[in-house]
């Protein structure tokens, strides 16, 4: 096996002390000659030199890692997101840690705990909501390192931001179904979660817009999972209602699959209008009209923000970042497919 090539074995053939050899490999600043440093980069370029992480770190106090807490991995949209943000920070020479709440807020501050303790240069942050959401907000606003929420934030804490409208989401997605003549429309939303909740407000806009006032009894309480989604369907079929808004496309799937387990078709029985976007609706007729959230467009900008942060503290820019804090609201699109139909025209 050859001989792992080190700073070392690189200075001891250029002459150099490994700390200027380092220096100049890291592209920091240092009293040596052009030669010196045309000679140290030719060998560690002859050599196939790969820099130590670790020892680099020490040199730059930077880890080149970034970390990333999802609420749930499994949800096509976080994984979608997740996979994306991990492509952008290799581009940019960085890797990323992927971690996993289980859409549990104790975990959340266990992650980050984690996650800084393992030397990260940033988090990316998508808040699981719930009971402990003000502890996590407390531990956040005293990090050491530089982060940024995405999709799901925590209100009380002044912070970087990016993500979507949510109301306007759920106002799209409630006015297409009204659009198409519908009056009795279900929501099916998580109304444990922040999220949820601003879409529940979109509905109850796009309703109130046509004079419907709001029927508590037309709005399921479901969580973000497939199962869950499924228990709460079967309060649908006493309701009497021609379409239901779902807040998610994991919701819309739990549905889906109660109406079909029972000989309930869409759009024939029910129209329905989910929330993502997602691939998971490939696997049902018909295609499942939806509110897209671009997750490319979503994971640039918490990019861009993070490594703008990053740049600042390099510079020696710190700031308090509460009173600096960035807010990056995108704008959903409804996607029109084939999961709705007409009913008596135009309201």
């Known amino acids: 096996m050859p001989e792992k090539v080190t700073l070392k074995s690189i200075a001891r053939e250029v002459g150099l002390s490994p700390a200027t050899v380092s220096l100049v490999l890291n592209g920091k600043p240092v009293r040596v000659t052009e030669e010196h440093r045309r000679r140290i980069l030719e060998v560690a370029r002859r050599e196939h030199y790969i820099p130590n992480q670790i020892a680099r770190s020490l040199v730059t106090q930077q880890s080149k890692t970034l970390g990333l807490i999802v609420p749930n991995i499994e949800s096509r949209f976080f994984s979608s997101l997740a996979r994306n943000l991990e492509l952008r920070c290799r581009q940019r020479g960085y890797a990323l840690f992927i971690t996993n709440s289980d859409d549990n807020s104790t975990n959340d501050s266990e992650l980050v705990g984690l996650l800084v303790n393992r030397g990260v240069d940033g988090l990316f942050i998508i808040s699981s909501g ?102 709460a369907a079967q309060q649908l ?26 000989g309930l078709h869409v759009p024939q029985n029910y129209s329905v209008v989910g929330y993502d976007n997602s691939a998971a609706d490939a696997l049902f007729e018909p295609a499942l009209t939806s509110i897209e959230q671009n997750v490319e467009e979503l994971a640039a900008a918490a990019l861009d923000l993070l490594f703008s942060r990053i740049a600042e503290e390099n510079q020696g820019e710190e700031r308090l970042r509460a009173h600096s804090a960035h807010r990056v609201v995108l704008k959903p699109r409804l996607i029109v497919k084939n999961s709705v139909r007409r009913v008596g025209g135009y309201i």
């Open 237 to 262: 079929i006493r309701l009497n209602a021609t379409a239901v808004f779902a807040g998610s496309d994991n919701i819309a799937l739990g549905l889906l699959r109660y109406l079909y387990e029972h």
């Open 130 to 231: 719930g009971r402990d959401a003000q502890s996590l907000a407390d531990n956040l606003s005293q990090l050491p390192v530089p982060f940024v929420m995405v999709d799901r934030t925590i209100d009380t804490l002044s912070c970087d931001k990016v993500y979507f409208n949510n109301k306007l989401g759920g106002y799209l997605a409630t006015r297409h179904l009204l659009d198409h003549g519908h009056t009795r429309i279900a929501c099916m939303v998580n109304t444990k979660s922040a999220t949820g909740m601003r879409r529940l407000a979109g509905y109850e806009q796009a309703l109130g817009e046509k004079n419907i006032r709001l029927d508590p009894s037309l709005v399921l309480d479901t969580d973000y999972y497939i199962p869950d989604a499924y228990l």
